[in-house]
């Protein structure tokens, strides 16, 4: 075997030769590995895993970006043995002169086509590894809001609250409620709820921005369409979440929820932002202040985050609140995701259920972002170098 820089440059730009075997097998890849400025943005991730692997002791930065691309670099290493097998074959077929190796030559192509089969299979790997959601354990902050359509966003807000209920069951997830206020014609004006599990922060995060419906009022005796929108907040809980918040800055007011209830509703100001969060979910007001107090946290931080400008973000990840992300058409039967990688499913109501569907669709536009993330990062390292 060739040392690794010298085998790397030779094989893995090196690969017109079974061209049109290698492109008889291709999947329906969501971008082009053989592209040459893909394949020398591998070839750098190679060299890269080299270095950071010969290190004698490496930073805590060093050790993330090492154990983040070993994946892909296992892959890329499979497929360098896969080419270096089928040059092999190749050079081997052109050196039988004679007829009586026909044979052999007829064996070693069949070979070849099993060498480029198993190629399909570790591209669909890479394609997975580069593309696939990376879910993570964790906790959001999700806030729902009745707004334009008056009681129809009221009642397509208690819709979506209820969806994501169902949805935190399917996925196994914990939901702690902060506060629901409800309109006196039972939908909601505005909930707060905690949702924490394996891939909440991902997938969770994919609802933030306005969701419009589209449907007949129950009341409308003339049939006319009302088109409301119920916008939808999702702040990051950190794992480790600590908020320099003085008690001097905070105004704790403890209230009934209603006529029968003892006093243990909770209304939390932070006063130098304004920001104020209630919670009367619990019996206990030392669990609704500890909840509020919570959110409240959460809420300072995430405001503090948004201050930071981040520049050059994917379009998906720089949703604004206003931004119409998803349209719930009741009349026509169907949800229609307008961010890239969406799409649109049939049968409302069976999305409303808050299950598969909602997951998948959220897969997809997870999916897109990576692509565009990779993408964009292929493009900046081209811009930087002369392929």
């Known amino acids: 075997m060739l040392p690794l820089r010298i085998s790397l440059g030779r094989q893995i730009l090196k690969v017109k030769s079974f061209v049109s075997l290698r492109r008889y097998y291709s999947p329906q890849n969501d971008f082009n590995l053989s592209d040459v400025?893909?394949?020398a943005y591998f070839k750098k991730l190679l060299f890269e895993h080299e270095e950071l692997y010969t290190k004698m002791k490496r930073t805590p930065e060093e050790s993330k970006r090492f154990f983040e691309i070993k994946p892909i670099v296992n892959v890329l290493q499979h497929r360098i043995t896969l080419y270096e097998n089928i040059e092999s074959l190749q050079d081997f077929v052109s050196k039988q002169k004679s007829k009586d190796d026909e044979d052999m030559k007829k064996m070693i192509k069949e070979e070849a086509q099993i060498y480029m089969k198993r190629m399909t299979d570790v591209d669909r790997e890479l394609q997975s590894i580069l593309l696939e959601p990376q879910l993570t354990e964790g906790a959001v902050l999700v806030e729902l809001k009745a707004g334009e359509g008056g009681h129809e966003a009221m009642l397509f807000a208690r819709d979506l609250y209820e969806m994501y209920e169902r949805y935190a069951k399917y996925k196994d997830w914990d939901i702690r409620m902060v506060s629901v206020e409800k309109s006196d014609i039972g939908g909601i004006l505005k909930a707060l709820m905690f949702i924490e599990g394996v891939g909440a922060p991902e997938l969770m995060r994919i609802e933030a921005g306005a969701h419009r419906?589209?449907?007949?009022?129950?009341?409308?005796?003339?049939?006319?369409?009302?088109?409301s929108t119920v916008l939808v907040s999702?702040?990051?809980k950190p794992s480790n979440m600590v908020a320099d918040i003085s008690k001097r800055d905070l105004a704790i007011e403890y209230k009934s929820c209603d006529k029968t209830a003892a006093r243990n509703g909770v209304r939390v100001v932070h006063t130098p932002t304004g920001i104020v969060v209630e919670c009367s979910e619990k019996r206990s007001k030392t669990k609704n202040k500890?909840?509020?107090?919570?959110?409240?946290?959460t809420l300072l931080l995430n405001k503090e985050q948004q201050e930071l400008k981040i520049e050059g973000r994917p379009k998906?990840?720089?949703?604004?609140?206003?931004?119409?992300?998803?349209?719930?058409?009741?009349?026509?039967?169907?949800?229609?995701?307008h961010r890239e990688g969406g799409g649109t499913i049939h049968r409302l109501q069976a999305f409303m259920e808050g299950d598969y569907k909602l997951e998948q669709m959220q897969q997809n536009l997870l999916r897109e972002y990576k692509r565009q993330a990779f993408l964009e990062e292929i493009s900046k390292f081209s811009e930087k170098t002369v392929l």
């Open 234 to 236: 999702v702040f990051s």
């Open 290 to 297: 500890d909840i509020a107090i919570e959110a409240l946290k």
């Open 37 to 39: 400025a893909v394949q």
């Open 316 to 337: 998906m990840n720089a949703v604004e609140i206003n931004d119409t992300i998803r349209t719930y058409n009741f009349p026509q039967d169907q949800v229609t995701e």
């Open 213 to 227: 419906v589209q449907r007949i009022p129950t009341t409308e005796r003339g049939g006319l369409i009302n088109t």
